[in-house]
T-cell receptor
Framework: GESVGLHLPTLSVQEGDNSIINCAYS??????FIWYKQESGKGPQFIID?????DKRQGQRVTVLLNKTVKHLSLQIAATQPGDSAVYFC??????????FGTGTRLKVLA | DTEVTQTPKHLVMGMTNKKSLKCEQH?????MYWYKQKAKKPPELMFV???????INESVPSRFSPECPNSSLLNLHLHALQPEDSALYLC????????????FGEGSRLTVL
């Protein structure tokens, strides 16, 4: 299930299940969006991106959906594995070179 | 070489010290970024250099001074910091043509005593 508290929202999923991580972005004029994975003590790692002229993009085990009407992004991870445990951030490109990150979601994979 | 290298990985400094964080990339990227990240928070943009010129300064206090000596190097000079400046400082780079994902380093963990 998903919980939201004073700190990072946390999503707990069973190994092998699919995960869906959501993100609301701020600016309707943003034209490019990125999902990052950040493991403890490391820098953010690129997962997948999508431009505003698309509503879906698939990678290896990951899919990003973009709903511009409600300014919403989601990241779907298929067959979640223990190695997927991390914090996931969405980022939007507001203007040239200005990339702003969302609040993040911690994904916990339960064995 | 497909990485962004940041040094030092850890830095402890007093409020009167002067220190620098360094970042290097050899991917031919012409945009380089400094972000600050506090625990359990998202990275916050501080500065962006494109083609070695400062493009964005997000109203960062002057005790942080960025420098881009050439297209491969980015420095962040630190002076008279406060304990609340303790954070993970992330460097990133990207192509400077059109929006593109940022390639991040592992960060420099700064503690100000």
């Amino acid at each position: 299930g998903e919980s939201v508290g004073l700190h990072l929202p946390t999503l707990s999923v069973q190994e092998g299940d699919n995960s869906i991580i959501n993100c609301a972005y701020s600016n309707s004029a943003s034209d490019y969006f990125i999902w990052y994975k950040q493991e403890s003590g490391k820098g953010p790692q690129f997962i997948i991106d999508i431009r505003s002229n698309m509503d879906k993009r698939q990678g290896q085990r990951v899919t990003v959906l973009l709903n511009k009407t409600v300014k919403h992004l989601s990241l779907q991870i298929a067959a979640t594995q223990p190695g997927d445990s991390a914090v996931y951030f969405c980022a939007e490109n507001l203007i040239t070179y200005k990339y702003i990150f969302g609040t993040g979601t911690r994904l916990k994979v339960l064995a | 070489d497909t990485e962004v290298t940041q040094t030092p990985k850890h830095l402890v400094m007093g409020m009167t010290n002067k220190k620098s964080l360094k970042c290097e990339q050899h991917m031919g990227h012409r945009a380089m970024y400094w972000y600050k990240q506090k625990a359990k928070k998202p990275p916050e943009l501080m500065f962006v250099y494109s083609y070695e010129k400062l493009s964005i300064n997000e109203s960062v206090p002057s005790r942080f001074s960025p420098e881009c000596p050439n297209s491969s190097l980015l420095n962040l000079h630190l002076h008279a910091l406060q304990p609340e400046d303790s954070a993970l400082y992330l460097c990133a780079s990207s192509q400077a043509i059109g929006p593109e994902w940022l390639f991040f380093g592992e960060g420099s963990r700064l503690t100000v005593l």
